[in-house]
């Protein structure tokens, strides 16, 4: 038991230095290609960070463990909105970009209402895999048409980096992401097996705490360089992914039926707290505010009301 609490803690000092590293390689690129910040919040740092949740939930489904799968994808789109913009707007109020709540944020819903139709009978299976990869790549296409010219006025202030530099240091963070989640998600999920807790429990809690941390350190280390745009772009694009591309595997490589409490507990938590995030985005561009410190807080005890119920039903069920 000694070596994984010792893996644990690597992988957070790898993950913080990855996040560091990854978003300056990513604000450089942006600038110098002329690119907004607000698209690569949206594509290279929110796949670089979701990258860990759809290797981890392909493994799963190839096990033939899709409630592993889907509890990571669930728990880790409550960890993106509920603790990481949580945590970041208790950092600094955030302002979110006008043109996220024209595509970005109704794309949001749309991808979380679908997956709620889709868990609804409590079966994921080849037809719901389809639907998903069909939505991914109408939204991908939609996306990239949006933003293929240049969008000046979102085009922010990024330090001074060589391409060649930005690039490595591109590579390197989301290099250091990676393995970093997936060391604290190993070593995690060892002590987890040990304890007998269920495989979707184990998804929703540590593998989706593991593979969300660089979701976490990454908007943290946004707000702080004042790159506000990536920050909420990175986790729009996560939980966006985290759905189309994640669920899917269970669909095509384990299909099946799923435990009741990942739609009735967990996904209805999910949809609640998107509805919120959507509400507080449309607030902040047509009222002029921010999404305060007072709504990060909101987002953190919501989270904290879900993770209460899910461990004493937990412990109710297994006697832990």
């Not at 594509?43 to 979701?50: D, E, L, N, P, Q």
């Not at 390197?172 to 007998?196: D, N, P």
């Not at 994640?246 to 609640?272: A, H, M, N, Q, T």
Request: aromatic share 8%.
């Amino acid at each position: 038991m000694l070596v994984e609490p010792i893996i644990i803690v690597l992988g957070f000092i790898g993950l913080i230095w990855g996040a560091d590293k990854f978003v300056l390689g990513a604000s450089s690129l942006a600038r110098s290609l002329g690119v907004s910040q607000l698209m690569i919040g949206l594509t290279i740092v929110a796949f670089g960070t979701s990258a860990p949740e759809i290797f981890s939930s392909a493994f799963s489904a190839w096990q033939g463990k899709p409630d592993l799968a889907i509890g990571n994808a669930l728990g880790s789109n409550l960890f993106n909105i509920g603790v990481a913009l949580g945590v970041a707007a208790a950092v600094r109020p955030l302002q979110p970009a006008k043109s996220l709540i024209n595509k970005e944020i109704p794309a949001l819903l749309l991808v979380t209402l679908a997956t709620g139709a889709m868990l609804s009978d409590l079966y994921v299976g080849f037809f719901d895999a389809i639907v998903l990869i069909l939505l991914t790549a109408y939204l991908g296409y939609r996306l990239f048409r949006k933003h293929m010219r240049r969008e000046d006025s979102e085009i922010q202030q990024a330090e001074e980096l060589p391409s060649w530099r930005a690039a490595a240091y591109l590579t390197l963070g989301l290099a250091l992401l990676i393995l970093s989640a997936e060391a604290l998600v190993q070593a995690a999920s060892s002590i987890a097996l040990k304890l007998e807790v269920s495989t979707a429990v184990i998804g929703l809690t540590i593998i989706a705490l593991g593979t969300s941390l660089p979701e976490l350190a990454a908007s943290i280390t946004c707000v702080l360089k004042g790159h506000q745009d990536l920050a909420i772009g990175n986790i729009v694009g996560s939980n966006i992914l985290n759905l189309l591309v994640v669920l899917p595997f269970p669909g095509l490589l384990s299909p099946g039926s799923i435990e009741k409490e990942l739609f009735y507990r967990d996904f209805i938590s999910v949809l609640l707290l998107t509805l919120l995030l959507a509400h507080f985005c449309y607030r902040s561009v047509k009222g002029n505010y921010s999404i305060s410190r007072f709504s990060g807080a909101i987002f953190l005890l919501i989270y904290c009301g879900w993770f209460t119920v899910m461990v004493l039903q937990v412990r109710h069920t297994t006697g832990i």
